[in-house]
């Protein structure tokens, strides 16, 4: 690991729904600002459609990164030469173009973020990279560096293992999962509309997810979506409203994390 850059991470509402909660970075792509949406529950960053990236394109690719990838999906890959958010530069980066008019925010996902030990101090509007670790116990990460986190989350009598997305701008679960937990899920009879990453539009049940802990924090009563996850086999995605409620410790290459009640 080397210096430790401390980095703006706000958390803004989402224009299109103001339960929903978005972490938007202003990023510069080889000289051009770029707003950012940070984004955990993809591999591969992506830039906004330009002329000038249209000559280096690399290759169209299936998509398999993300917590809703799909073989189905195209990418356009570029070679980026430099991504710089405040300190931090990365340098001759392969990310996916979007296509002209494309209405999803840019993402920045965990092909940089997975090179670093992350402080996210959403208390603080902060993230701290290749800091020291905290005091209080490390918990083993299961996943692999580049890939989205999975932790796990308790409730008195149940456990799952949920995936730890920055980029859904509300937590999400499983519609069979919580029929079958109406203890920790009561669905509620109003609905609501979500847009992913390869800008595919749904509308589907909203719920209240019961308190809950997630290693050394506990989190409220939450609303979230209910939908179904069953083909990515998935029981539940957490978001942002969620995550920023604590500061997270995430060392992606030595597979650690903590957190803490902000």
């Known amino acids: 690991m080397g210096t430790t850059l401390r980095l703006p991470l706000p958390v803004v509402p989402d224009v ?20 950012m949406l940070l984004d955990t529950g993809t591999y591969r960053s992506s830039v906004p459609y330009r002329d000038a990236l249209a000559g280096r394109v690399q290759r169209d690719a299936s998509s398999g990164s993300g917590v809703f990838g799909s073989g189905d999906v195209n990418e356009t890959l570029v070679q980026l030469g430099a991504l710089e958010w405040g300190p931090l530069t990365v340098r001759d980066m392969t990310v ?3 296509s002209a008019g494309w209405p999803h925010p840019p993402l920045l996902g965990m092909d940089v973020l997975g090179s670093h030990a ?15 670790a905290p005091s209080e116990a490390l918990l083993p990460l299961q996943t692999p560096s580049h890939k989205t986190p999975v932790v796990p989350v308790h409730w008195e009598e149940t456990t799952i293992n949920a995936v730890w997305d920055t980029g859904a701008g509300i937590t999400l679960v499983d519609q069979a999962w919580a029929e079958a937990h109406p203890e920790i899920v009561a669905i509620a009879q109003e609905f609501g509309t979500g847009t992913d990453v390869h800008g595919t539009t ?23 979506g ?37």
């Open 16 to 35: 299109s729904d103001p339960r929903a909660r978005q972490a938007l970075l202003d990023v510069v792509a080889d000289g051009v600002p770029v707003r």
């Open 96 to 98: 996916t173009m979007d």
């Open 118 to 132: 992350c402080h996210f101090r959403f208390d603080e509007g902060s993230l701290e990279l290749d800091g020291p």
């Open 202 to 224: 749904s509308q589907h049940p909203m719920g209240r997810l019961a308190p809950c802990r997630i290693g050394q924090a506990t989190f409220p009563e939450q609303e979230c």
């Open 226 to 262: 209910v939908l179904d996850l069953s083909g990515i086999n998935i029981e539940m995605i957490l978001g942002l409203p969620l995550i920023s409620h604590a500061n997270w410790y995430m060392d992606f290459p030595q597979q650690r994390w903590s957190n803490q009640n902000s």
